[in-house]
Structure formats: structure tokens, C-alpha cells
């Protein structure tokens, strides 16, 4: 029988890190969906499973926290569980280490709906309920549940991006993890240099598709940054929050 | 001892995927750079090697032509081997294959710069000409040769971009990958749903940094397409082009 967490192997490629020397969120948030993906699917409610019964997942919400991070060529492993499961959501986990160096912790939170409706579908009436098979309980996520940063009259838009092939993920969305890397990359070099991002959180609130222009809001509060990523409808100039960072360093 | 030619696997990580379901371009050119890397290092000319000498490899040309592309988590591999080395220049090549299937071909040439005075380095003396004894003439790369696109008076300035963290690479360089990158992100999504990149020839002239704006200067000519990159200076408004590319479909 399988195993309820699963263990993927990943190597940090030379040209997929940063001006610093390791891998930045965006990369590791990656490799994080990727085992996601790898666990589900051979458990059985992954994508495979899903996409012709017109299901998804879909990310609602995500949390890095990374004390360290791999290097060009650095092998690192990430451990992946499902932490619980309810009717509308499901919270999974990461580990990330390299060998016995632990690098830091993920959490997750997935609905799932119906790919026509586009309408929340209930997880536990997937395969009668067997994911609950899969929580794991006992393994340990030591970093905080998801924060919100509470955006205030400060908020100032810092810069609107048209967004291109490249942003799109197999859905035709902007990928959930270029978000992270747009938000990230209001700082410039210095900045970056300067600081080190200790912990990141997306709450991600509608989809946006390639083509859509994204103004980016920012308001800072001691050491957290809030980003407020929103779409802009062309014919109107109305807005709807896409996703909603909180950056702290 | 180790063999003339390196095998490496990688998987098609899901979220790396296009809209259309497969691996562009710029993802492809990240796992060959990758696999270059590897080969070198393991055979003691990478850049393992090389960085506390104050040497490093920089890369001059670099054509893709793949009649197809990974799928989402699809494994593949590829080979690659050292073509030929002269005293300023070394070719390396790619094949992309999942198991039986090829999936396509990559050619690449190389400079040795010191990273000190930036200035090409004779390649030949490096450990006394070691890289000699891993010239593979046997191995065979049926694509053609690089190709330049002849620009001519029509080329007309489509978009420039202020590049960003996540464009640079550990030098603090724009990554070379982005640039076909972000020359494929000049077409929208229905041009991408229309046409193929059968064959993308990059030539690298300059390098740029991180905070840089780049013009991005277009021309059709048939099936091809011309993208001809060029830093701005801030000051003068004067342009150094950095990357040219010429993209058949």
C-alpha cells in the first residue's frame, strides 16, 4: 500500500536561480506543485484522475516559509501530505530538505470544482470519500496557518503588467506561482540583495488569463509587504483582486 | 572512465507547461543548459572548475528545433557531447528524446571568457587542452547549422520591458533563456494556438543586467520571424543589441 506522504527528488537547475545564488519562491513554489501533483496522482485524486471527469484542483491558498534554500546543482528533497480534508478544502503540506538539512515548510489550501461550472465541487463525494484515507496526522508542519496582510488606505499602485504567453500555466491562467514571482519582482536588485524573504503568503481569489493586464498594489508595515495583485477589465477599468500577497522579511 | 556524451534525465514538470499542454521553448533551453553544466562539471571543465579560476563559459549561440515536446510529467532525456573545440569557440549539441521517441535537436556554441577583464580566454590552455579528449565526432546532429536573420528596413520596434529580479540569472546577467522567452512572449495566445516554433536560432552579442530596458524590434520575412534585442542606455538613449533571434514556423 502506498505510503500516506509522499518523498520527491528535485536538483536545483543552475539557470533557474537567482542573482543571489539559490532558488527564489517563484522556483520553489514550483517544484512544491509539482510533487503536489506527483502525490496525488498516484494516490489517485491527482489530475489524471480528475481532468476527465471535469474536476480541478484549484490553489486557494499558499505559505512558504524558507530558512534556507537549495543551490545550483544542490539535489533537495520535498515531502508532500495531505494534512485534512473537508467538504469544500483541503490543506496539504511541504517539507523541504536537503538530505538531513532541513530548508523550510510549506502549507496549502485546495478547492475543487466542477471544470464546466467553474463552481466548488464537495472533495469528500470524489471516489466516496477514499481521500480521507490519505491525512496524515502525524506529520509535523511547524510554521504558522496562512496570514492575511490587512491592507490599509497606504496602498499605492506600484506597476501595471500586461500579462504574456510565458505567465500562462496549462490552463491558460496566469500561472499561480508567476503571481508570487511578478510580487516579488516589484523590489529591484538591491533590494534583493538587502533582503532575505523569510516567509511569503498567497491567497489566490480569481483567475486571470493571458492577456489581462495586473496592477500591483503595495503597502508596507514594519517588516511585512502586502501585494495586492488585481485584474483590470478593459472596457470598464473595473477591478477584481486576483491575489493578495504577504511578504515578510 | 567517463564516456564522450552525457545522459540526463529530467521530467516535464506540470506547472512548466504552456497553454498548450507542453514545454516552450525557454523551459526546454533551461533543462539543456542545465545538462550542459552537468556534463561539464563531471568531466572537470564546468563551471565548478572554472569559477576560482576566474574563467567561465559564455554562451554565443544556441539553436532549438524540436518537432515535438514533453507533455506534462512526462520523462525525458537528454544527450549531450562536445562537437568540436577550437581555440575561442566550442560547439556542444543536444538530443531530445523520450525513450524511442526524438523529440528534437539543440546546437550551442561557447566562449571562455576571464571573468576578470571580461575578455576571451584560449580555451585550448585550459588543463592543457583536456577538453580535447571529449570531441565526439561520432555522435551526429542532423539539424542545420545557426542561422542569422538578415534585418532589414522593415524591422519595426514592437515592446520594450524593464527587466526584472526574476529575468536574472546567479551573474545578475538576463538569463539567456528568458530571451526567447520574452521574444515568444512578443504573440499573443492566438498566435500561439496557430503556429508551431519549429526552429528558434538565438545569437547572444552582449550581456544585460537586471534594472535594463530592452527594445524589442521585430520583422517577418515568409515562415521566419526576426526578434532583434537591444539595451537602452539611460542616459543617451543609445542601443547595444544583446540578443537576435531568428524563429521559424
Not at 536545483?12 to 506527483?38: H, I, K, S, V
Not at 544542490?74 to 515531502?79: A, G, L, W
Not at 523541504?96 to 470544482?113: E, K, N
Not at 506529520?139 to 500562462?168: M, N, Q
Request: with cysteine; proline share 5%; aromatic share 12%.
Amino acid at each position: 500500500m502506498q505510503s500516506k506522504s509522499g518523498v520527491f527528488h528535485f536538483k536545483a537547475e543552475a539557470f533557474r536561480c537567482n542573482m543571489l545564488g539559490y532558488l527564489p519562491y517563484q522556483q520553489m513554489g514550483t517544484y512544491m506543485l509539482d510533487a503536489a501533483d506527483l502525490h496525488a496522482n498516484e494516490r489517485n485524486f491527482g489530475m489524471t484522475y480528475l481532468m476527465p471527469r471535469h474536476l480541478a484542483w484549484v490553489l486557494s491558498r499558499f505559505t512558504l516559509e524558507m530558512t534556507d534554500m537549495p543551490r545550483p546543482a544542490q539535489p533537495f528533497e520535498i515531502t508532500t501530505w495531505v494534512e485534512n480534508t473537508m467538504k469544500f478544502f483541503t490543506s496539504r503540506n511541504f517539507k523541504v530538505t536537503a538530505g538531513d538539512h532541513v530548508l523550510g515548510y510549506g502549507r496549502s489550501i485546495w478547492a475543487m470544482i466542477d471544470t464546466a461550472t467553474r463552481q466548488p465541487t464537495n472533495i469528500l463525494e470524489v471516489r466516496n470519500g477514499e481521500m480521507m484515507q490519505w491525512v496524515d496526522s502525524e506529520l509535523e508542519c511547524p510554521i504558522a496557518p496562512p496570514t492575511k496582510f490587512r491592507f490599509g488606505p497606504d496602498c499605492r499602485l506600484e506597476r501595471s503588467v500586461e500579462t504574456r504567453y510565458s505567465d500562462a500555466d496549462i490552463n491558460g491562467h496566469i500561472n499561480s506561482m508567476r503571481y508570487i514571482g511578478m510580487a516579488l519582482d516589484l523590489f529591484g536588485p538591491d533590494w534583493h540583495r538587502e533582503h532575505y524573504v523569510r516567509r511569503l503568503d498567497a491567497a489566490y481569489m480569481a483567475e486571470s488569463h493571458c492577456g489581462d493586464v495586473l496592477n500591483f498594489y503595495l503597502e508596507e508595515a514594519g517588516d511585512t509587504i502586502g501585494v495586492r495583485i488585481a485584474k483590470v477589465e478593459p472596457a470598464t477599468g473595473d477591478e477584481t483582486d486576483v491575489c493578495r500577497c504577504s511578504i515578510l522579511v
